[in-house]
Structures are given as C-alpha cells and as structure tokens.
C-alpha cells in the first residue's frame, strides 16, 4: 500500500497555501503544479522578513538559497548558519524545515567562493492502515536536497556563480506483509547566477546599487510511485535590485525588490477545451504532452503555454517587496510584503524581522503576518543563528 498521493497532497497545500480554497471552484484558479515544493520555502529568517526576497542584498551565509553569486563578494573569510522553521504551526507541530548553509573565500585575491547548504523538510508524523484496517503503521515523509556551489568575481562589479544538487523525497512507507515495497524518487538540479553591485555618489554619501539573478533548480524530473508520476521540479528564476545609502553614520537602510517566476509549464486542464469526444481527446494529447515534456523544453515553455496567454503569465509571477534599517551592522530591522496573484496561490503576508549581531554570532528571527486570517501561513516563525569565521579568528587569536 501506498500514501505518496497523500503526502503529496500534504506537502502541496504547505505550499498553496493562503485563501487558495477559496477560489478553488473558479474557472481561472490554476496554480502551477511542481515536486518538491519545499525547495520554494525560504530557509532564512533574514530573507522571510523582508517578504521572502534576496536576490541582490547583502551577501550572508544564506545567499546559496537566493543567489549564490554574492559570496564572491562577502567580506568574511568564511560564515555558517543554522535556521529553523516550524511550517504551518497553526495547523499541526511536528512540520518543519531546518537549513544549515555556508561559505568559505578561497584563493589569495578575495575573488573565490565555495558554498554548500543542506536542507531538510519534515512532513510530521502521518499514521496509516494496511487494507481492511490492518497492519497499522507510522511513517514520516520528508524531503531533502544537498547542494555545493563555486562562485567567481568576473570583475570588480560582478560575479557569477554555480551550484549543483541532489534531492530526495521520501513521501511513502512499505508494508512487508503485502510484499509492498515504496522507495523515495531522486533528482538532479544546478543554479547558475550573477550579481552586479556598483558604489554611485548620490550628494555627499556613497550609497550600493546591486542587481542579481539566479535561475534554481534546473535539472532532472523527479519521479514518484517507481516512476510511473514523474514531476517537474519547481525551476525558478529570480530577479532582484537593492539600493542601500546612509541615513546617518552608523545608520543604513536599503530597499529591496524581487520578482520570481516558476519556470514550469502549466498543466492542461479539462475545463479549457470544448465538451465532447473531440475536447476529451485533444485533452488527453495535451496533457500526455505535458507529462512528456522535457525539463529544458518546459523551461521555454513556460513562457507562452498559459491557457489565458500573457495576462496569464503575469499572473504566474511573484512579487517581494521589503526594506532593511541597520545600525553599525550590529542591530537590524526589517519589514516586508510578498504578494501571489489569487489564482495562482494566493499567497499574500507581511514578513517582519530583527536581528542582533556581536563579533562572532549574530541571531535573527522574522514573524509572518498573513493578510488573510484563515491562511495556514499566518504567525510563522523563523530562527537563523549565524557564526561568523573572522570573528572567531579574532577572538582565538586575543587568547594567544
């Protein structure tokens, strides 16, 4: 016996989430369908804080997830960071995602970066029965992914980076007296990236004008059920620009955009073609077309594939909007706004958040805020702890 269509389910609605019920019986809502949709979550409380953006702001030990082409231009040497979520704690407590990512510079001219990150999405505990009712048995689907990254100043102003990925999903359980045997499926990916950062003069204050791009998850399908429910994984290309300048000494603040687009093509529906034999069989060419298709072939095709055509395309995008003050890069405050078109998702929420920073640690934590009240997503929280690699050595090397 197997669960994987309801873990599948479960792990779907951690994701579309929001009012997304709402709008279930209208004709227009039609979000697009991936695997491992906990590859979309965002690790970090930093990032979730400011509405889930990150794509040209400052480099951090997070940035394998946002754009990994920044740590070609981090100050330290090295940082590690350890950030826990617990997902839809309105709705039950043992869900979570746990990310551990870091980088380290190499080489002698500060233009060289290797990274790695290792996520781990927990699905809690799902209680299940054989046929009949019997063989009562627990399992614990979850998914994960491990990832290693190489980043490169190109010049003084930009970098690109690369990273590669292997994912797991194990959302089934076996049943030995049915002889019944379900084993996780398996995928391949890589991210490549850039980030361009300048230093224009704006009066008497220097302020940084970055831009960044990263396009995740490029890679093989990943195949469920012994590979009879192949998925796309949720490709996605992110674009983002950050303007920080001084409001004062010690006192910064930057604003953010992002804008994200699933690069995934939109599964054919049976309501968008005509009734009757030949709108049933045009459908199931469609949709066996879909199931066909290519990871590089639905990347363009997503592009041109929305049965509304480019209203419907626009829709597929997500917005991130967010601010960050900073005082002495030892306090942080911050605030944001992600909005989701309604059919499409309809994930809309504040993101706010506040770090706290010494020599070798920093602690931030952000709190989700969803502009519906029913919505699962409402009161999340999020906690990164950060160790910086230059404030350790400073500290080791005092003692000596």
């Given at each position: 016996m197997k669960l994987i269509l309801k873990t599948i389910a479960l792990s779907l609605t951690a994701l579309?989430?929001?009012?997304?019920?709402?709008?279930?019986?209208?004709?227009?809502?039609?979000?697009?369908?991936?695997?491992?949709?906990?590859?979309?979550?965002?690790?970090?409380?930093?990032?979730?804080?400011?509405g889930d953006l990150g794509a040209a702001t400052e480099p951090d030990a997070n940035s394998q997830y946002w754009n990994p082409s920044k740590y070609a231009f981090a100050y330290s040497q090295g940082a590690a960071s350890l950030s826990y979520t617990p997902w839809l704690r309105k709705l039950v407590n043992d869900i979570f995602l746990a990310n551990l990512a870091g980088y380290y510079k190499i080489g002698s001219n500060d233009n060289q970066a290797l990274s790695a990150s290792l996520r781990y999405f927990s699905l809690g505990e799902v209680n299940a029965s054989?046929?009949?009712?019997?063989?009562?048995?627990?399992?614990?689907?979850?998914?994960?992914?491990?990832?290693?990254?190489?980043?490169?100043?190109?010049?003084?102003?930009?970098?690109?980076?690369?990273?590669?990925?292997y994912i797991y999903s194990d959302l089934g359980f076996s049943e030995s007296y049915a002889g019944d045997q379900t084993v996780g499926a398996s995928a391949f990916s890589a991210d490549i990236s850039g980030y361009y950062t300048t230093y224009p003069i704006i009066g008497r204050n220097e302020c940084q004008w970055s831009w960044g791009w990263n396009i995740s998850n490029i890679g093989t399908k990943i195949s469920y059920n012994n590979g009879e429910d192949p998925a796309f994984l949720p490709t996605n290309l992110r674009l983002g620009t950050s303007f920080t300048f001084p409001l004062a000494d010690y006192h910064n603040l930057s604003i953010n955009l992002d804008a994200n687009k699933l690069l995934v093509p939109t599964k054919p529906r049976r309501s968008d073609f005509e009734q009757g034999i030949e709108g049933d069989e045009e459908y199931l060419h469609k949709l066996e077309d879909w199931e066909n298709m290519s990871p590089i072939t639905g990347i363009f095709k997503s592009f041109t594939d929305a049965p509304g055509g480019g209203k419907e395309e626009l829709r597929e995008i997500t917005w991130s909007i967010g601010a960050e003050y900073s005082y002495n890069q030892q306090f942080f405050l911050r605030a944001g706004y992600f909005y989701e078109n309604e059919y499409k998702g309809n994930r809309q929420y504040f993101g706010l958040g506040a770090g706290f920073s010494l020599n070798v640690v920093r602690l931030d934590a952000s709190y989700m805020l969803a502009t519906a009240q029913t919505s699962p997503l409402d009161q999340t929280l999020r906690f990164t702890l950060t160790f910086d690699m230059d404030g350790l050595r400073d500290i080791l090397g005092k003692r000596r």
């Open positions: 579309l989430i929001g009012s997304a019920s709402l709008y279930a019986q209208k004709d227009e809502f039609n979000p697009v369908q991936t695997g491992v949709n906990s590859l979309n979550i965002a690790p970090d409380a930093r990032g979730a804080s400011m054989g046929p009949d009712g019997i063989g009562n048995q627990s399992l614990n689907p979850y998914e994960m992914s491990i990832d290693l990254g190489y980043s490169r100043k190109l010049s003084e102003k930009f970098s690109m980076g690369v990273v590669f990925r």
